[in-house]
């Protein structure tokens, strides 16, 4: 089964308005986070936000927050504002407490393309 | 500046051609990791290290080797390249393995195997 699953291959938003990147994550721990990063079309990977599971508060940094749903099992990603610059791919990934590797696991990744 | 170094980033080899992508970081991290990534897969991990000569394999570990001699280095080896491993490479250091330690990544190196 996919730990992480992003069901929105592209995703379109008007300059100035608000979009949400889905994220549902599959996990039997009760300890874990979540975190999401941004890759520009110049290939790097830019982290914007982490939500750890006992968080009883949703994330937020500047114009990005992330709307955790614990019951749900989703951490969406929130963009405000969207602006040109934010046409990107977006990736969900999750870091459990089991195992001693503790990697990153990836979610396929969203194209978010900010229309003007 | 806090970073993570990859290089080269754009690589073209033939099949069979052993080849060594390397890594550095300058923020004595003790966690590093290697991952490929692929058109609608995400990133998959290739092999990690916990600390130096500590290494594991991830999930695609098949056809790479790795070696952790010093902390800040942590240089990917394809012994005999094959088409199948034409991807985008990222390099990633973090602090320690606890939840909420971001990854920070290199630029990537994309590789192509012909």
């Known amino acids: 089964a996919q730990k992480i699953t992003q069901t929105q291959p592209g995703m379109f938003v008007q300059e100035k308005e608000a979009v949400t990147l889905d994220c549902t994550y599959d996990?039997?721990?009760?300890?874990?986070?979540l975190f999401w990063y941004k890759q520009p079309s110049s290939g790097e990977m830019i982290f914007l936000i982490y939500q750890g599971s006992y968080d009883e508060q949703n994330a937020t940094e500047g114009r990005y927050s992330l709307n955790f749903q614990k019951a749900r099992k989703s951490a969406n990603l929130v963009i405000s504002a969207s602006q040109l610059g934010d046409s990107a791919m977006y990736f969900c990934?999750?870091?459990?407490?089991?195992?001693?590797?503790?990697?990153?696991?990836f979610g396929s990744g969203t194209q978010l393309t900010v229309l003007p | 500046e806090a970073q993570v170094t990859q290089n080269p980033r754009y690589l073209i080899t033939v099949t069979g051609k052993k080849l060594t992508v390397t890594c550095s970081q300058n923020?004595?991290?003790?966690?590093m990791s290697w991952y490929r990534q692929d058109p609608g897969l995400g990133l998959r991990q290739i092999y990690y290290s916990m600390n130096v000569e500590v290494t594991d394999k991830g999930d695609v570990p098949e056809g790479y080797k790795v070696s952790r001699k010093e902390k800040r280095n942590f240089p990917l080896i394809l012994e005999s390249p094959s088409p199948n491993q034409t991807s985008l490479y990222f390099c990633?250091?973090?602090?320690?393995?606890?939840?909420?330690?971001?990854?920070?990544f290199g630029q990537g190196t994309r590789l192509t195997v012909v």
């Open positions: 923020m004595n991290h003790e966690y």
């Open positions: 996990t039997s721990d009760q300890s874990y986070g």
């Open positions: 990633a250091s973090s602090p320690s393995r606890w939840m909420n330690t971001e990854a920070f």
């Open positions: 990934a999750m870091r459990e407490v089991s195992g001693s590797a503790r990697q990153l696991t």
